[in-house]
């Protein structure tokens, strides 16, 4: 959020967080900026169940549409069986 951070939660606005899912696009994966986002909307969510916000500028932004997939999460028993593969 670069000088943004610095400031009280209540002034941060859709159009900051926006601009912040833009800058970030530049330098990394849309899948990251993607769970960045999801973690700030968590964040905003907890803190209107705090009362430290009234309303979540986080809740109405959009996630890339990614090209890649992701393989499904992996408990470390199905990690363990496929080391043990070799």
Avoid at 7 to 21: F, G
Avoid at 53 to 73: G, I, M, R
Wanted: hydrophobic residues 35%.
């Amino acid at each position: 959020m670069g000088k943004r951070a610095d400031r009280p939660a209540v002034t941060l606005s859709e159009t900051d967080l926006v601009r912040y899912q833009d800058a970030r696009r530049k330098k990394i994966a849309d899948q990251t900026v993607n769970k960045e986002v999801t973690t700030i909307q968590g964040l905003c969510r907890w803190a209107i169940a705090k009362k430290y916000l009234e309303q979540s500028p986080a809740e109405e932004l959009e996630l890339f549409k990614c090209e890649v997939d992701l393989d499904p999460f992996k408990t470390v028993a199905e990690i363990e069986q496929i080391i043990g593969r070799g």
